[in-house]
């Protein structure tokens, strides 16, 4: 029985365990936490009851009675919080527990259970426990510790089995205490109760170890954390401490933790802030302090102080943002006067800062509301100090009398925004109808804000309390949709591109004659600017509605003034003008008007000229700012508006005139291009044109009578404006390729970009290594061991310095499986701190040399001198030969004593002398040294293995046997006679004890040399397969040509800028499960397949680390779980997972580590010793080097719903958890929301910002949580959830990684370089943003995903590096750059979060931080890795949420702002690296169809024919080139253009021209032509309608086949529909157009319109895996048929039905002003009939309107054929007899009618096609409209019908499209074409074995 009740109790056990660690890789590596794993949220949160059952699991074997004991305390105390079991698994989990407990009773069998003895027993064992773990000697150790102030390693290094010690005893301690109130009083409970009273009053043994903290140890001190023992930690925490001046505390006041009374603990007192926020920023200020003082360099005294200069650092920094918010308005500081407030002032001021701004919450996005709130409070706490008590601030006093910050302050505010969000209709309202994290934050950008006093007025605007219907008001800008934001932003843009289009036109319509007639009309410029002009001050007012009622007095007086001016200028300046023409047109006129209008136009000019100097120039700009000339500054207010942001946007004079002269070569090329290639061409022409008598039309033409054949130059001049507007971004495309190239090369990009030249140059990396990677501290500890500055002596202290950094690289390399453990011998570079006197190289520069030398030597038939000239022309042969003969000799000299160390020195010595008497070749017989060397070879062989008898025989046997070739074979002969006659020799071999016993090699040194010795002898493979994986080659290459690099030098790790790294996550991936591997799709083909074939080297390299034969599969590894989890995490680093991104960004605390270890910076401790250690053997567990790196580098994964994932135990939770325990310097913060009950009964939620690391246990450690005012997602997710989660970072720089992102050991030791960018000069304004390289590392996925990472190569390395020099406009654009972190959380944070309006959040942090007066700089030394989208629908996904985020950054303040502000050539900078590139790539498609539309009207009304036969009649040549020149410009091609200059200057010329074809051949054209069309479908939908959102793309492995029915939902509206119109167009112009040179004119014409129309119908199906396979097509076409025939209904998705599908897709038609644009837009469709019908035989050559008006009666007639034949009636079957027989007689009757029409009519078989032709379009117009007004048409009962008219339609897209590929899919060789396009060869190949393979398996079953 007992055998029942054991295993019953582990069945439990294990099913309570494995519900928390399902997917933890089955447990491994995660301590199990049995029940106390099982501990619900709201029963932990309140008791220690996880602790003692954690304590209940530790002591189970030990003592079962205990743990039973420890468990029913647990289960009573579970009762006494929860007895109704209301929380969430609160009832499984007593239940769980209380079946334990049965068990574990039961399990006593028949013996009683005593429970009055419960008590004693556990106190023996209590007693026992104390001293089985010596605990009462560790308390001892560590008070004496503790008074002697040092550290103890040994301490250290027992730390986590003291943790787990001591949290035993916790548990035991409490549940005594629980139980001792039953206990005897005389007895038992007064020992108990005694020894209660002595853990309090003692220093709580080691307690300091248990309490949470983060970084350091401030509620305890902590003995085995090093970080309190550094002298600037000390003096920072003294600095904050409590002192006799400030006010007192009360009495009752408690200090929580084991610390002294700090200033802390006094805001906490008087403004209520919560006990965590008070901890957390503690921390933050204590490291901050800290870190600034270290920084100072100054030597630590006994009793450490913080400088004066580190207070002022961190307090001018942090209050930067509040000092200049108090001098833009005008107001006093909340302090008199910098001088006078002293250092504890300082830091109080900063605390409150920081902890006004840790418990702000959303609050954070409005950074000068919280300098509002700090400016109240700081006069608050000011006068407090001034008090002798502390008493709690008015401002904070809450109703029921308590003091809390959060519901005073924050609550009310929040509580305004949440209401705000909630207008916004979940996205879906129009932005001018609720108020935005802008528009609250600029409330506070005018004098007017402190109308809201203190404490704020509820009643105040800024807290008004939105009302259904009606507004609240906007602020100083309103976010209206419509396109005219572009003028508006970009309007000086626009006027110079008309007012030089007009200009140029007038000079060709002149034919180029410079006169003053010419120059009167080119003056017709001026009423242009000015008209122009005045209209954008109409839309200022125009666009300023919504905001009338709540925006400044002083910014609506503006508008209005600006309105009135520039309306006023204009008719002035258009009236002056036209009496300057009239005064041209008089004979004896004086130019009276042209006089004044020069003059006119003069001052204008001069005035901007001087305005313009004044903003953009910083001395002039300087000037003005001082000057308080009322009338001065009015002028200057009316030509540019005052904000808070964007003052001052001017840059350093010689970066103006760089960027100046940019753009002027770039005007130069645009403008010579435009006139001589796009307007004076047309010159000739249009005068024809328009001098041509009335021409025939072939339509009835309605409005071109005697206008001069206006639309006809409409048709001609449009694409050539289209384009004249557009080209400028190609030319900058062009320039700023070439401009990239050049700087790239200036900066020594591409210089190693093979392996071969990584070896050629290694012999100079250690030296550029130590200049630029090594701190002047490592350096100086190395250079002062010893003073010889011999070159040799300096270069092997250079590689000494070396050797460890690149070993650890190599090392980081094995681990990552890119290299295997020969290749690791092979790459490591030895220590070469060693006795030998040369430098040591690795192995792979010096392989096979040693046989190449012999060789030479063997056939040298010349002097000693000349040979090693040979041998010495291969550098690393030399040193090859050099390091054998060396190392030879030092063995040698280790293995032997006696007579034959003597014959080793003799030997020596007689070549050293041969050497330097030039007689080696005399002395020794070079054609014996291969036999020398194979004896010697043998004997390293048998050295480099573990000493036993035998082999020490053996090594002994090859030494005499070595002797013997050496002096009979290799010696010439008088030297082999003097060995042979020597008698100390002789006498010993004739004894036999020469060489009859050796020394093994036992000295680390010595078995270094000799395996390095035997490798270097036996090794004969070429070091250009090494490494032979392309991803470490690419890695070496880059990390080698960096270190050549300008770069900062590296300062100490105690002084360098301490910085976090900040990672948002959702619900992606973690880490793959082992059935995610293993499952497989419809082809049979699993993840981990498909891994094992794209990753062939790095899985047999994966087998090898873990010690499996390369034959081991997936399957093998699952029956170890051990390999199980390495199989797991080796798939999870090949993918996007958050796995990857936190091992790639732990190496810079790794780098971190190894770095501070090697500059060996003393603490004060006891046992610190480093003798007989390698240089890194160990670093990873120096308690110094941890601590270092822990203070200055920091960790933060914000998971934000990672508390609902723990409690759904979903699989993500779990691997999160495994991770914190890998990594323990790894942080992740969540959002915890739990129910909490009101008085009134209303259960609410309440939100909590919880920051967790791994414990001791395993388990999440709380380390804070952070009560919030609400929701916090009332904006966008991303933003909202590093928002929440910032407030954990630390240090002075935080850099953003997204969670698809990686990192490198060797990228990581260049941090402390990059960081010293933020103190390098980079202009006029130091650096807030540094910009970052990335590379792209999922290139070698699939072709696609090649082409993605090419493209996004190109933007991140050339396209940044000239945005930032010389353009200085370079944003941020998403990762991995890194912040000022203090800049940007005091100006609003690193992201903008307001709801779609910043769906692209990454790039509103750059706008704002240049706003700001920040400098975005690039930097291209180092390198992060960085996933992207691998398929083709996740590309269009990604694609489409980037266009749809700029289509709203076209609306946004930020955009404006910039573009009113910038200066001209800066802002032309802004506009085409922003939202000017999807303008022109909108263009650019928009040109294909005003070409072709324009074309169509030619042909529809016949004027193509009439004009060239009119031409031919005059002779004019020039007009039919204009008619038939091809569309000008393709933009893809040129977008192409920094792609190759990219690829030549990191590739070479040659591999970039074979990359350029290889991504041709495989039809990257295809690729970008249809990105196009995605880019241009979001970007116009957007402005149009709205509807950006965040598009979750995936970032899995495509390897799945994608249905037929899913391509075209996604693509149909954004691509198929326009393909299909424009094919349209081409058939018409084909039909009826006129082109003289026929068919190859047409062609000519045509060709890259037809490649357009190919590319957006079948590129989703060309790069569809196994898009052209039989039997998927067959599965395509059933699945899409289902779709598009079944009925919708509610709750179907669009997935899943047409219907639905069609209804979704029209939501985006919202608004009437989306109405009106559709309807305008839809009209276009109409042209087609109408010209068609004019085109029939049928009506020959009437023009009248009844034609047109016959062929609708036509269109009706088919409709009510249509809906005879598709009636489906559900009434009686009489009815349904009458409708077959009336659908029968119709059609007899249709098939008659049109026979007879056919006879009797000039009706062809042609017109009928023709008239297809035309009513399909009109079709789809009626469709569009009815969709537009779908209201009206519901009401009108036609809505089945358009539905039924819509699903035709669609299914006749569908088989247009879906025809040619069920033909190609005909052909097999297509899908194994496609398959080898899409894969590399590698998964081509497993690809069809797979196939095969299932088809074989499918035989069998059969």
Same mark, same amino acid.
């Given at each position: ?1779 077959? #027989?009336?659908?029968? /007689?119709? !059609?007899? +009757? %249709?098939?008659?009618? =049109? *026979? &007879? ?80 396009? #899409?894969?590399?060869? /590698?998964? !081509?190949? +497993? %690809?069809?074995?797979? =196939? *095969? &393979? ?9």
């Amino acid at each position: 029985m007992a055998r029942v009740y054991d295993n019953w109790e582990r069945l439990v056990r294990a099913t309570l365990n494995r519900e928390q660690l399902r997917t933890a890789g089955q447990g491994h590596e995660r301590i199990g936490s049995g029940i106390a794993g099982a501990v619900p949220p709201s029963l932990g949160r309140t008791s220690n009851i996880d602790a003692i059952l954690q304590a209940a699991d530790e002591i189970q074997d030990e003592n079962p009675n205990v743990a039973r004991i420890l468990c029913e305390q647990a289960y009573s105390m579970a009762q006494n919080l929860d007895p109704n079991s209301d929380g969430r698994g609160v009832l499984q989990f007593k239940t769980g527990l209380m079946s334990i407990i049965k068990q574990k009773l039961a399990k006593r069998e028949n013996v009683r259970i005593d429970r009055n003895q419960d008590i004693e027993q556990l106190w023996e064992f209590y007693k026992l426990y104390k001293r089985w773990h010596r605990v009462d000697d560790i308390q001892r150790q560590e008070q004496n510790l503790r008074e002697s102030g040092t550290f103890s390693s040994e301490l250290e290094l027992r730390s986590l089995e003291m943790r787990k010690v001591i949290a035993t005893l916790r548990a035991l301690v409490e549940v005594l205490e629980a139980l001792s109130r039953d206990a005897d009083p005389e007895g038992v409970g007064r020992l108990i109760k005694e020894e209660l009273r002595r853990i309090k009053k003692a220093d709580a043994a080691l307690s300091g170890e248990l309490t949470p903290y983060n970084i350091v140890p401030l509620e305890a001190p902590s003995l085995t954390n090093a970080i309190g023992f550094f002298p600037e930690v000390r003096g920072a925490i003294s600095a904050i401490r409590y002192s006799e001046q400030f006010p007192r505390l009360p009495a009752d006041f408690e200090i929580s933790g084991q610390r002294d009374a700090d200033m802390f603990d006094l805001l906490e007192y008087v403004f209520g802030f919560q006990k965590d926020n008070i901890r957390n920023q503690r921390e933050n200020i204590v490291l901050a302090i800290a870190n600034a003082q270290a920084r100072l360099g100054i030597p630590a005294d006994a009793d450490p102080k913080i400088d004066e200069k580190a207070i002022n650092e961190v307090f001018l920094k942090v209050l930067d943002n509040y000092i200049k918010w108090c001098k833009y308005l005008r107001k006093r500081l909340a302090w008199n006067s910098f001088q006078a407030i002293n250092r504890d002032r300082k830091l109080f001021l900063v605390s409150l800062y920081f902890l006004i701004w840790g418990e702000a919450a959303n609050v954070r996005f409005l950074p000068e509301c919280i300098c509002y709130i700090f400016h109240n409070m700081a006069k608050e706490l000011d006068a407090i100090l001034d008090h002798g008590e502390a008493n709690p601030a008015p401002s904070c006093i809450t109703e029921d009398g308590s003091v809390s910050f959060l519901d005073k302050i924050i609550r009310p505010i929040y509580e305004t925004m949440a209401l705000e969000a909630a207008r916004n209709n979940n996205g879906k309202a129009s932005h001018s109808s609720w108020r935005n994290y802008d528009d609250f934050n600029e409330y506070f950008w005018s004098p007017a804000c402190f109308e809201l006093k203190w404490p704020m007025r509820e009643e105040s605007p800024f807290l008004f309390k939105p009302k259904k219907r009606k507004r609240t008001g906007k602020s100083t800008f309103v976010e209206h949709r419509t396109f005219l934001h572009l003028y508006r932003s970009f309007h000086r843009l626009w006027i110079f591109l008309f007012v030089m289009f007009q200009a140029l036109t007038i000079l060709a319509f002149r034919k180029e004659k410079i006169n003053l007639k010419t120059f009167k009309t080119i003056l017709s410029i001026g009423p242009t600017f000015a008209i122009m002009n005045f209209i954008e001050s109409c839309l200022d007012v125009l666009l300023m509605f919504g905001a009338y009622s709540t925006a400044r007095g002083m910014a609506i007086s503006r508008l209005v003034i600006r309105f009135f001016w520039c309306g006023l200028a204009s008719v002035f300046v258009t009236y002056v003008y036209i009496k300057v023409l009239e005064e041209q047109n008089q004979r004896n006129s004086n130019s009276k008007y042209f006089r004044i209008y020069i003059l006119t136009l003069g001052i204008y000019a001069a005035v901007r000229v001087v305005f313009a100097l004044l903003l953009k120039c910083k001395a002039c700009h300087t000037l003005s700012e001082m000057s308080d000339q009322s009338f001065f500054q009015f002028f200057k207010w009316i030509y540019q508006e005052r904000y808070y942001v964007g003052r001052g946007l001017f840059e350093r004079f010689s970066d103006y005139c760089r960027y100046v002269l940019f753009w002027l070569v770039i005007l130069i090329c645009k403008f010579t291009f435009a006139y001589f290639v796009q307007i004076k061409p047309l010159v000739e022409p249009t005068k024809v044109i328009i001098d041509l008598p009335s021409l025939q039309y072939s339509w009835h033409d309605l409005v071109s009578k005697n206008n001069k054949n206006a639309l006809t130059i409409v048709s001609l001049w449009a694409p050539v404006v289209a384009i004249y507007l557009m080209d400028l971004h190609i030319w900058y495309t062009l320039l700023s390729a070439i401009i990239g190239g050049v700087m790239g090369a200036r900066a020594r990009l591409g210089e190693i970009r093979t392996i071969e030249m990584v070896h050629k140059r290694f012999e100079s990396f250690p030296k550029v290594f130590v200049k630029n990677l090594v701190s002047l501290q490592a350096k100086r500890l190395s250079f002062d061991r010893q003073a010889s500055q011999v070159s040799q002596e300096l270069n092997k202290e250079y590689a000494s310095i070396f050797s460890p950094f690149w070993n650890e690289i190599i090392k980081s390399l094995r681990e990552e499986d890119f290299i295997s453990n020969r290749e690791m011998d092979l790459l490591s570079i030895p220590s070469n701190t060693g006795s030998l006197r040369l430098v040591q190289w690795p192995l792979f520069l010096l392989s096979s040399k040693i046989f190449l030398a012999i060789d030479l030597a063997l056939d040298c038939k010349d002097t000693q001198a000349d040979l090693w000239n040979r041998i010495y022309r291969d550098r690393y042969m030399a040193y090859a030969v050099q390091e054998c003969y060396y190392s030879i000799e030092k063995i040698l000299h280790s293995l032997v004593d006696g007579e034959g160390r003597l014959w080793v020195e003799r030997i020596f010595r007689e070549i050293n002398n041969s050497i330097l008497e030039n007689s080696l070749v005399i002395t020794l017989s070079l054609k014996k040294l291969p036999l020398v060397l194979s004896r010697f070879t043998a004997l390293t062989g048998l050295l480099i293995r573990n000493e036993t008898p035998d082999l020490a025989k053996g090594a002994a046997k090859a030494l005499f046997q070595l002797y013997e070739v050496v002096t009979h074979d290799l010696l010439s002969s008088d030297l082999r006679e003097q060995l042979d006659t020597w008698n100390i020799l002789a006498r010993a071999r004739n004894e036999g004890r020469l060489f009859s016993r050796i020394e093994w090699p036992k000295d680390p040194e010595i078995k270094e040399q000799v395996k390095r010795l035997h490798l270097l002898l036996t090794v004969k493979d070429s070091a250009a397969n090494i490494p032979k994986n392309l991803e470490a080659r690419r890695r070496l290459e880059f990390f080698s040509n960096s270190l050549f690099m300008d770069m900062p030098p590296a300062k100490p790790v105690c002084e360098m800028i301490p910085f976090s790294v900040f990672t948002p996550y959702y619900s992606e991936t973690v880490l793959y499960s082992t059935s995610e591997l293993q499952k497989e799709n419809e082809d049979g083909i699993s993840i981990l397949f498909y891994l094992q074939k794209i990753f062939p080297d790095e899985w047999e390299n994966f087998l090898e680390r873990i010690g499996r034969g390369e034959s081991a599969g997936g399957v093998d590894l699952q029956e170890n779980s051990t390999d199980s989890l390495e199989l797991r995490f080796w798939a999870s680093y090949r993918g996007q997972t958050l796995a990857r991104t936190v091992r790639g960004m732990m190496y810079y605390r790794r780098a971190l580590m190894l770095q501070s270890y090697l500059e060996r910076r003393p603490v004060g401790v006891t046992d610190y010793s480093r003798s007989g250690l390698l240089p890194t053997q160990g670093f990873a567990l120096s308690h110094e080097a941890r601590a270092q790196s822990d203070l200055k580098f920091t960790y933060v994964v914000s998971c934000q719903i990672y508390g609902q994932q723990k409690q759904r135990k979903a699989p993500e939770a779990a691997d999160i958890a495994l991770l914190l325990q890998r990594n323990e310097a790894l942080r992740v913060a969540f959002i915890h929301v739990e129910d909490s009950s009101a008085a009134d009964g209303k259960v609410s939620k309440e939100f909590f910002s919880k920051l967790v690391k791994a414990d001791i246990h395993g388990k999440d450690q709380e380390i804070y949580s952070i009560r919030l005012p609400g929701d916090p997602k009332l904006g966008e997710g991303k933003p909202e959830n590093q928002n929440h989660a910032i407030i954990f970072t630390r240090g002075e720089a935080i850099q953003t990684i997204d969670m698809n992102q990686d990192n490198y050991l060797e990228e990581a030791m260049k941090m402390r370089n990059l960081l010293e960018e933020f103190r390098t000069d980079h202009g006029i304004r130091p650096p807030s943003i540094l910009g970052v390289r990335e590379h792209v590392f999922t290139g070698s996925v699939s072709s696609l995903a090649w082409f993605m990472s090419n493209q996004e190569t190109s933007f991140v390395t050339l396209g940044q590096r000239v945005l930032a020099n010389p353009l200085k406009v370079r944003m941020h654009y998403g990762h991995p750059d890194v912040f000022d972190r203090i800049f940007h959380i005091t100006r609003g944070g690193i992201s903008k979060a307001s709801r779609v309006i910043n769906i692209s959040e990454d790039i509103y942090a750059g706008f704002n931080s240049t706003l700001r007066q920040g400098n975005v700089t690039h930097h291209e030394y180092i390198q992060v890795g960085k996933g992207r989208d691998v398929g083709l629908n996740q590309i269009a996904l990604f694609e489409g949420k980037v266009a749809g985020g700029n289509g709203e950054q076209v609306l946004s303040r930020d955009v404006y702002r910039l573009g009113q502000l910038f200066d001209f050539f800066r802002m032309l900078s802004f506009y085409f690296t922003t939202v000017g590139y999807y303008l022109c790539t909108m263009m650019t498609v928009l040109t294909i169809y005003i070409f072709l539309y324009g074309r169509a009207y030619l042909a529809f009304s016949g004027l193509d024919r009439a004009i060239s036969h009119q031409a031919k009649l005059s002779g004019n040549t020039s007009l039919n080139a204009v008619l038939n020149t091809q569309f000008l410009v393709q933009i893809g091609v040129f977008t192409a253009v920094p792609m190759i200059m990219g690829f030549i200057l990191e590739l070479g010329l040659l591999k970039a021209v074979f990359s350029f074809i290889t991504m041709q051949l495989q039809l990257c054209s295809v690729f970008f032509t249809f990105s196009l069309g995605t880019k241009t479908h979001y970007f116009g939908r957007t402005i149009l309608h709205g509807g950006a959102k965040y598009r979750a793309t995936g970032r899995g492995f495509v390897v799945r086949h994608i249905k037929f029915a899913e391509n075209y939902r996604l693509y149909s509206r954004s691509h198929f529909i326009k393909a299909l119109e424009v094919a349209l167009l081409l058939i018409v112009y084909i039909a009826y157009g006129y082109a003289e040179g026929g068919a190859v004119s047409y062609v000519l014409l045509t060709l890259s319109s037809w490649f357009l129309v190919i590319s957006w119908l079948f590129a989703p199906y060309i790069f569809n895996p196994s898009g052209f396979e039989w039997q998927k097509t067959v599965e395509d076409f059933d699945d899409w048929t289902s779709w598009l025939l079944y009925k919708g209904g509610v709750g179907v998705k669009g997935d899943n039905s047409w219907e639905a599908w069609w209804d979704e897709e029209q939501m985006h038609i919202q608004t009437l002003r989306g109405r009106i644009l559709e309807t305008i837009l839809s009209l276009r469709f109409f042209i087609f009939q109408y010209g068609i019908v004019y085109k029939l035989h049928l009506t020959g050559d009437d023009t009248s309107l009844a034609i047109y008006g016959f062929s609708w009666v036509v269109l009706v007639g088919i409709v009510m054929i249509f809906k005879i034949f598709t009636f489906n009636p559900k009434t009686s079957s009489d009815f349904q007899l009458l409708m077959r #027989l009336t659908q029968g /007689a119709s !059609s007899i +009757g %249709l098939v008659a009618a =049109l *026979i &007879l029409v056919i006879i009797f009519t000039r009706l062809s078989i042609a017109d009928i096609f023709a008239s297809i032709l035309a009513f399909i379009p009109t079709g789809w117009a009626i469709i569009c409209l009815a969709l537009t007004w779908k209201n009206i048409v519901r009401s009108l009962g036609l809505w089945e019908s358009v539905r039924e008219f819509a699903r035709m339609y669609d299914a006749g897209m569908g088989v247009i499209i879906f025809a040619p590929v069920a033909f190609l899919s005909w052909f097999p060789f297509v899908s194994t074409f496609q398959s080898r396009l #899409l894969f590399n060869q /590698a998964f !081509s190949r +497993g %690809l069809e074995i797979s =196939l *095969i &393979l299932a088809g074989n398996k499918a035989n069998v079953d059969n």
